[in-house]
């Protein structure tokens, strides 16, 4: 859809709408982590729901995504918050069309529409429908365009319906995007590690995971997971920018592929997404060639790459050693660091790791110690996280490393328990949340409890754990906020990096070459 470039308002150009585009959404007031409220004027918002706010091709975008029970014409409409006057927008509010496509989940439509022109530092609201039945208003706000730093949040596997108790599973979720947006309110991203739903066409799973009003708050980058597959309605409800969905990039039959490779920029970081369900019969390559030519293309502009997808493939739990894991540890370590992805961040497990600095699929420096809050990447140097369960619903217990299984996957030398690739592993089952903050050459990387023992934490709640604190000897769980594991990575070009990475280039060094 191309812009028209007629000017019609503050920071923004008009779309030109589209005939048979649809949208309208149920609202509920919101409340922007930065004290900003919301009005509802929803004239008829039975029709609409699933709202949720994506990330755009770059800072200046936002997509909106929705269902809606007509296949009218509908629009998302936008202005400065500052412009609207008793929750009503400016004559001259910016419209975008939304392209409306036959919904084959629930038989309506599914619809979804990319607001472009921003402006940063500004508040916006916004709206969708038409004349007459408009959806409740949200607001969210943009930050600096440019610049070294960058804020954003990334969660595992909130699986709804997981437990077997929809509603457990929600306000579990629900509970840590409050927590963590409450601590972080200046967060710019919302990161997907996958598994939004436990059955992938469940449409009651997929309200209780859209409920929390902070996913029309905050842009949220989706990531499909292996319980997202089976089914169109994980494409449905998140609309991605610069997506490949070709072949190679699904997994499945054609009536039920969703997902594909996408990628988008964010100030000085290339985020890459892939859809890791698709491994088999040439994928993997497929992925290693769309990534390879993002980075060709866009990774110049940027300081730092991170990749994004389900499959965590230094899993320190229950699929560790599972057939599809194991063959993406021998497709994907080497290209990785050939590209310069800096860092990886992955579901799928319900447990937490961070990985050593890894090169190759080898341990870059062998001298590196477990938990050390500090680490230079080195040439080709690439961490790796897991992000255990967001919302409660599952966890998973830590397993020992079993050459049986995998001889390339043994037992640390420096911590036996521990498999050779990780230099932290964890599970309390409380749920939790991964912090990243891009600080000019640096990252720095924290695993945030969002939850104590206590409700809601469904598995726990149910009786599916026998114990829940930091050990199976039953401490007491630590604090809400508190942090369960940090470390800060130097990268190429940071100052105390290169100080680091000269010193490990000495003979003593162990860097792999």
């Not at 596997?157 to 200046?186: F, Y």
């Not at 089976?230 to 039959?253: I, L, M, V």
């Not at 990243?436 to 009786?463: D, H, M, Y």
Request: charged share 20%.
């Amino acid at each position: 859809m191309k812009l028209d470039n007629r000017a019609q308002g503050p920071g923004f150009a008009r779309r030109r709408l589209a005939s048979g585009a649809t949208a309208v959404v149920m609202g509920v007031t919101a409340v922007l982590g930065s004290g900003l409220t919301t009005a509802a004027h929803a004239a008829d918002g039975a029709q609409l729901t699933g709202i949720v706010l994506g990330v755009g091709a770059n800072e200046s975008q936002r997509v909106v995504s929705w269902y809606s029970l007509a296949n009218t014409a509908q629009v998302v409409e936008v202005a400065p918050t500052s412009r609207l006057v008793d929750g009503k927008f400016p004559a001259d509010a910016v419209t975008f069309p939304a392209t409306v496509a036959a919904n084959s989940v629930n038989g309506g439509y599914s619809a979804h529409a990319t607001i472009d022109g921003l402006k940063q530092n500004t508040a916006y609201s916004y709206r969708v429908g038409a004349e007459g039945s408009w959806s409740t208003t949200y607001s969210f706000k943009t930050q600096d365009f440019k610049g070294n730093n960058l804020d954003f949040l990334f969660f595992g596997d909130p699986q709804i319906g997981s437990s077997g108790n929809v509603a457990k599973d929600g306000a579990g979720w629900e509970d840590t995007l409050n927590v963590a947006l409450a601590a972080n309110p200046n967060a710019e991203l919302l990161v997907s590690g996958g598994d939004q739903v436990e059955s992938a066409n469940n449409e009651p799973q997929w309200d209780a995971f859209l409920a929390p009003d902070k996913l029309r708050q905050y842009p949220w980058a989706a990531t499909i997971g292996n319980h997202d597959v089976g089914g169109k309605a994980y494409e449905q409800h998140f609309w991605t920018p610069n997506t490949d969905r070709s072949a190679p990039y699904y997994n499945g039959a054609a009536t039920t592929r969703s997902g594909g490779d996408y990628w988008f920029t964010y100030k000085n970081v290339l985020f890459i997404d892939i859809n890791s369900n698709a491994y088999a019969s040439g994928s993997d390559a497929a992925h290693i060639g769309y990534i390879t030519d993002v980075v060709k293309k866009h990774g110049a502009d940027a300081k730092h790459t991170v990749l994004i997808y389900h499959h965590s493939i230094y899993s320190p739990a229950s699929h560790a050693n599972d057939s599809d894991n194991k063959q993406r540890r021998q497709d994907f370590p080497t290209a990785f660091s050939r590209l310069g992805v800096d860092l990886v961040l992955q579901g799928h497990d319900h447990s937490y790791s961070r990985s050593y600095m890894i090169k190759n699929g080898q341990k870059a420096n062998k001298d590196e110690q477990p938990a050390a809050t500090e680490v230079s990447q080195g040439p080709g140097g690439v961490i790796y996280v897991t992000a255990n369960s967001a919302s409660g619903s599952k966890y998973y217990d830590l397993t020992a490393p079993d050459t049986t299984k995998d001889p390339n996957f043994g037992p640390d030398p420096l911590n036996p328990k521990s498999h050779w690739a990780n230099s932290v592993e964890n599970q309390e089952h409380v749920r939790t949340y991964v912090k990243v903050q891009v600080r000019g050459n640096k990252l720095v990387v924290e695993n945030i409890r969002s939850g104590t023992c206590a409700a809601p934490n469904a598995a726990v709640e149910l009786g599916q754990e026998s114990w829940c604190g930091p050990d199976s000897g039953a401490s007491a769980a630590q604090p809400v906020g508190s942090t369960v594991d940090k470390v800060v990575i130097h990268s190429n070009g940071d100052d105390n990096g290169e100080a680091d990475v000269a010193a490990s280039a000495s003979p003593e060094s162990s860097w792999l070459q």
